[in-house]
């Protein structure tokens, strides 16, 4: 763990996507209390250099390959900082000494085995990638424990409970709601999301993420996910979590406690908010980030979810009942149906037919070990490979 008052030395895997380029933004409203060591990015070679350039980091991973040459010509005049590639560069460079934080702002099962390692050598984790607590939850809060880190929440609904739960370490929570904004769909009706395009997926009301993230906002995926992770991060059972949309995403979240007393972290949807509160936690940092105002709000509206419309909602909380490796399967089989939406290969409604099918057919195992999960993921991407 870090000293409080010490400048924290980052680790930013995924520095291009959405979150990654909101987190340096964190960094440069923060002089003197933030160090960059460490900037990844997946293809996106280009912006990676212009980021390097920047903030000087000692390493930058690209990790396809393919991209190492032209990074390395771009970095040629700035030796101080080394080129590397690939997954077993990244997984390694997270080790390095120098290294406080490692903020996992990857996209999908990508992130899983980095912030392994990244744990394993002792560095606190602020988690952008909720996937790698969907797919291997109960791994990685035991080596957290084992190897006295913390896990700071970056998603904004769960960054939201840990900020309600401070001071509260002595009260049983009797359950947690996890707001949804209901994305850009909310109040269709199943037969209405049959004809559902592309790029209305990709128009999400309140917030600005990558493709992937957006549409698993649209069809209530990306909730799916959120409610397995929080089981994980707060130790919860199946019982004690819930959703209810919210459109205008202020209430991030609420903690409901044994005496019926809620606590609700409120604030506009700006992901730089969660992601500062990780990095600087305990401290709350000065911003001039916008401030939200009731006067601009005066009405803010709650209901329940429609699983009927969005049935990626049940499928998420039928696989964290079911536990094991069944949550691994629902992100793999979700990975490859949005991919596949995003070609214009399936529709909307079909990614729901096509996770559903992977979740009946791939070999299930009720206490999977780390090898057991990789090869869940990859036995699922073949299966829906073939279905599609």
Known sequence: MVEENKVKTLALLGATGSIGTQALEVVRQQPGRFRVAVLSAQRQWELLAQQARE??????????????????????????????????????????????????????????????????????????????????????????????????????????????????????????????????????????????????????????????????????????LEVIEAKWLFGLTNEQIDVVVHPQSIVHSLVQFQDGSLKAQLGLPDMKLPIQYALGYPQRLANTFPRFSFLDYPTLTFEAPDRAAFPNLELAFGAMRRGGNAPCVLNAANEVAVAAFLREQVGFRQMSDLVAGCLARVSYLAEPLLADLVATDAETRRVAEALL
């Open 55 to 224: 903030f000087r980091p000692a390493v930058v991973v690209i990790g396809d390959d393919s991209f190492y040459q032209p990074l390395k010509a771009a970095l040629a005049q700035q030796p101080e900082t080394q080129v590397l590639a690939g997954a077993a560069a990244l997984a390694e460079v997270v080790t390095r000494s120098e290294i406080d934080i490692v903020l996992t702002a990857l996209v999908g099962y990508a992130g899983l085995l980095p912030t392994v390692a990244a744990i394993r050598a002792g560095k606190d984790i602020a988690l952008a990638n909720k996937e790698t607590l969907v797919v291997a939850g109960e791994l990685i809060t035991g080596l957290v424990k084992q190897h006295n880190v913390r896990l700071l929440p970056v998603d904004s609904e769960h960054s939201a409970i840990f900020q309600c739960l401070v001071g509260e370490e002595q009260n049983p929570i009797e359950k947690i709601i996890l707001t949804a904004s209901g994305g850009p769909f909310r109040g269709r009706s199943a037969q209405q999301m049959e004809a559902v395009t592309k790029a209305q997926a990709l128009k999400h009301p309140n917030w600005d993420m990558g493709a992937k993230i957006t549409i698993d906002s649209a069809s209530l995926m990306n909730k799916g």
